[in-house]
C-alpha cells in the first residue's frame, strides 16, 4: 500500500514552500506602487501629508489619517528610514509574511488534525492567489493572515488543554497572548478575531470553572495592554470613517466575491471547493459520539472560525456602515483552508487519491493564477511610476512650467509627489484641479503646462474635467499625451 512517509512529507513541504516563496518574491517591484500603498509610505515619512521624526509621530499619524492601529506602520517607517524606499523594499515584508504563513498553517494542520491535512492547507496558501497578492503588497494584508494563523494555532493549543483538563502551558498561552496582540494591534479585523475566540472560548467551556479562570487572566492580560489605543479608536471612529465611505452595502452576489477570493479558480473547478465545504459543514453536524477526543471541538471551532466573523460583518454592514471587504475577511480563510483539507481527508480514504485530488486543488489555483489571470505580466496597480518617469524625462524650465492635478483625494500632489522626487524633479508649481487651479492657471499664464489624472474611480466619467481639458487647446497646444494604466498625462505649450 502506498503511504507517505515522514520523508515524503519533508519532500513534499519543501517544494510547497519553494513554491511558495518563489511566487511571493518574484516580481516584488514589477508594478508601481498603489493608491493604499502610497499612503503607508507617506503618512510613515516626512511628507506633506505628515511630518514623521518617530515612534510616537508615527502613532499620532495614523490615529488621525486613517482607520487602522498602528503596528504594521512601523515596518515601513524603519525601511525608509534605515534602508531605502524602492518598492521591493516597501514590499519585502509582507513577501516574508506570507512565506512563513504557509509554515504556519502547515504546522495548525499537522498539530490539530495530522500531517495530510497540514500538507493540503499548505499547498492551498503557497499557490493562493489572494494571499499571494497581498505578499506583493506594502499593506498589513500579510501581517494579518500570518498572526491570524498563529494566534489559532496558539488558542486552539490551550482549549485543547482546557478539554483535556489540563491546565494551559504557559508558552501556549503567552503566545497566544502575543500574537493576539500583535494581530490586534494591526487590523482591527483582527482584533475582532480575538473577541471571536475570546467568545467561542467562554461559550464551549461556559461549566468549567477553572478554564473560565484561565479565559479571563489570558483575554484580561489582552485586553490591559490593548487598552491604551482605545482612545485612539474611538476618535477614528468618530472623525476617520469618511475613509471607508466608499464601500458599498453588501448584496448576495458579495459572496460570489468572497468565494473566489478564498479560492481564486476557474470557475470550471469551483464546484470540487463548493462540495469539500458542503462536506466539511456536514461532516461538523455529526453526532459527536462519532468522534473522539477534542476532534469533534477542534471541527466546531474551525467551523465556527470560517462561517462566524464574515457572516456578522455582512448582518453588519447591511444594518449599519458597510466594512464586508473581502481583504478584511482575510482573518478566515486560514479555516477555509483547513476546513476544505480535512473534508478531502474524510471523503478520500486512500492515500493515492487523496494524492491525485490534492494535487488538483493545488493545480487549479495555480493555473487560473499564472495563465488564466496573467498575474506577472498584467498591469493592475495605478502607474504613478511610468507617469513620473514619463514626466521627468520631458520636463523643462520649473518657472514657466505649472502642474494641474486630478486625483482620487482632491489632494492629489501628495501622492504624485513622491514619485516625483524620486525623480528628483526638483522644485515645481503644483494646484489640485478645481476651482483653484484654474485660477492659479489664469493668473500666472505658464509657458507649459502639464496636466495629470490618476483617478482610477472617475477615469473616464467625469465630463468636466474633460470639457476643460478641450478648452486649453484655444491657447494652448497640445506637445505630447500619454495614457497608462488608471493614469494619464498631457504637456500643452503656450501658442
Not at 470540487?272 to 466539511?280: P, R, S, V
Not at 475577511?329 to 480535512?342: C, D, K, T
Not at 512650467?401 to 515645481?428: A, C, N, Q, V
Request: aromatic letters at 18%; charged letters at 20%; one cysteine or more.
Amino acid at each position: 500500500m502506498f503511504s507517505i512517509n515522514k520523508k515524503r512529507t519533508t519532500i513534499i513541504l519543501a517544494i510547497l514552500i519553494a513554491a511558495g516563496g518563489f511566487l511571493r518574491f518574484y516580481g516584488l517591484s514589477r508594478e508601481s506602487l498603489w493608491f493604499d500603498e502610497l499612503f503607508s509610505v507617506l503618512v510613515t515619512s516626512s511628507s506633506r501629508m505628515a511630518v514623521v521624526e518617530g515612534f510616537s509621530s508615527v502613532v499620532s499619524t495614523i490615529k488621525n489619517l486613517d482607520t487602522s492601529p498602528p503596528l504594521y506602520y512601523f515596518i515601513p517607517y524603519f525601511i525608509q528610514k534605515y534602508i531605502g524606499n524602492s518598492e521591493g523594499l516597501l514590499r519585502f515584508p509582507s513577501a516574508v509574511f506570507g512565506f512563513f504563513s504557509i509554515l504556519a498553517i502547515y504546522f495548525t494542520g499537522k498539530r490539530f488534525y495530522s500531517y495530510k491535512e497540514g500538507l493540503i492547507a499548505a499547498g492551498l496558501m503557497a499557490v493562493s492567489g489572494s494571499c499571494i497578492n497581498y505578499s506583493q503588497e506594502a499593506r498589513p494584508y500579510s501581517l494579518v493572515l500570518l498572526f491570524s494563523i498563529l494566534s489559532a494555532f496558539f488558542w486552539l493549543s490551550v482549549l485543547k488543554d482546557f478539554y483535556e483538563e489540563k491546565k494551559p502551558r504557559l508558552s501556549s498561552a503567552l503566545c497566544y497572548i502575543l500574537s493576539a496582540l500583535i494581530v490586534s494591534y494591526t487590523h482591527y479585523f483582527g482584533l475582532y478575531l480575538v473577541l471571536f475566540q475570546c467568545v467561542m472560548g467562554i461559550l464551549l467551556f461556559a461549566r468549567n470553572t477553572k478554564a473560565l479562570r484561565s479565559l479571563f487572566i489570558i483575554y484580561g492580560v489582552i485586553a490591559v495592554v490593548y487598552s491604551p489605543w482605545i482612545p485612539a479608536y474611538f476618535y477614528q471612529i468618530k472623525h476617520n470613517l469618511i475613509a471607508i465611505e466608499w464601500i458599498q452595502k453588501p448584496t448576495m452576489s458579495d459572496w460570489n466575491s468572497y468565494f473566489y477570493f478564498l479560492f481564486d479558480v476557474p470557475k470550471i473547478s469551483a464546484p470540487l471547493y463548493l462540495f469539500l465545504i458542503a462536506y466539511g459543514l456536514y461532516n461538523v453536524v455529526q453526532p459527536a459520539k462519532a468522534k473522539e477526543g477534542f476532534e469533534s471541538r477542534r471541527d466546531i471551532l474551525v467551523l465556527s472560525w470560517f462561517v462566524i466573523p464574515p457572516l456578522l460583518i455582512y448582518l453588519k454592514s447591511i444594518l449599519s456602515f458597510p466594512v464586508f471587504l473581502p481583504r478584511y475577511l482575510i482573518i478566515s480563510l486560514p479555516a477555509g483552508y483547513l476546513l476544505v483539507a480535512g473534508a478531502l481527508i474524510k471523503v478520500i480514504k486512500k492515500t493515492r487519491g487523496q494524492l491525485v485530488i490534492s494535487g488538483l486543488l493545488i493545480i487549479f489555483p495555480l493555473y487560473n493564477l499564472v495563465f488564466i489571470r496573467d498575474y506577472y505580466r498584467t498591469v493592475a496597480k495605478t502607474q504613478w511610476r511610468e507617469l513620473s518617469k514619463f514626466i521627468a524625462e520631458r520636463y523643462e524650465n520649473a518657472n514657466s512650467t505649472l502642474f494641474i492635478e486630478r486625483g482620487m483625494t482632491g489632494h492629489p500632489s501628495d501622492l504624485l509627489r513622491w514619485y516625483f522626487d524620486k525623480e528628483k524633479l526638483g522644485k515645481r508649481k503644483e494646484v489640485a484641479y478645481g476651482v483653484k487651479g484654474m485660477k492659479v492657471l489664469a493668473n500666472t499664464k505658464p509657458q507649459y503646462l502639464w496636466v495629470t489624472c490618476v483617478d482610477p474611480l472617475l477615469m473616464d466619467s467625469d465630463e468636466k474635467f474633460y470639457r476643460f481639458l478641450a478648452s486649453l487647446k484655444s491657447g494652448m497646444d497640445l506637445v505630447v499625451y500619454r495614457k497608462y494604466h488608471q493614469a494619464e498625462a498631457w504637456l500643452f505649450k503656450r501658442k
